[in-house]
């Protein structure tokens, strides 16, 4: 049963507490973090490293706070090796992660690119995901609009959405339905939470969203 006295949603997955925050949640929603055998601290974006996994949620404020008070050293009872700049570097871990798996998604047959082929896959109810560059002209980002019932991301930037599509920049892309287009959303989803405030502002160095 949840906290409210209905049954749990099966369908989120396993859950774990974020050291943070105090919260449990579906795992989907979390960093996990293992200590090596010298004692430091390594993200594990993937879930595979061995060891016992430290747990915390996707946001930043909760990642600044873990290493501001020494939480992964009390979690681990042990002291623990914390990399400089941590936030900013599983930032950039989630960000490759979701470039990877855009670019599996285009290999597949499962993405495309450009504003044409996008207004197309959308016109034909063929886009589930509509993904924008947070750094492209609002005007021509607003000329499209998310499929009924599916999903946004708009925090990737230029650059890194060329990435994916093995082109210098791209503004515009789509994911088809099925295939890995529920992983790209659920880890864009973590790296949103190390991106944008609850405001919608951009919380990292650049200007990373709409």
């Excluded at 890194?160 to 864009?188: D, N, W």
């Amino acid at each position: 049963m949840g906290r409210s006295g209905q049954p749990k949603d099966q369908s989120e997955g396993p859950e774990r507490k974020c050291i943070a925050t105090g919260e449990v949640q579906p795992k989907h929603g979390l960093i996990r973090f293992v200590i090596g055998p010298e004692g430091q601290l390594a993200p594990d974006v993937m879930e595979k490293l061995p060891g016992r996994g430290i747990w915390v949620a996707a946001d930043r404020a909760a990642l600044d706070k873990a290493v501001a008070k020494g939480l992964f050293a009390r979690a681990s009872r042990q002291p623990v090796k914390v990399p400089d700049n941590l936030t900013d570097v599983v930032e950039a871990q989630l960000a490759h992660r979701v470039v990877n798996l855009i670019s599996l998604a285009r290999k597949g047959g499962g993405a495309v690119s450009g504003y044409e082929k996008v207004k197309d896959w959308l016109a034909k109810d063929q886009a589930e995901v509509l993904i924008q560059a947070s750094d492209g002209s609002e005007r021509g980002k607003s000329k499209l609009s998310t499929p009924y019932g599916g999903s946004f991301i708009g925090w990737l930037t230029a650059d890194e959405l060329g990435q994916a599509f093995g082109r210098q920049t791209t503004i515009h892309a789509a994911l088809g339905a099925g295939g890995l287009s529920q992983r790209v959303v659920e880890e864009a989803a973590r790296l949103k939470g190390l991106r944008v405030s609850d405001g919608g502002k951009p919380t990292g160095k650049e200007s990373r969203t709409r």
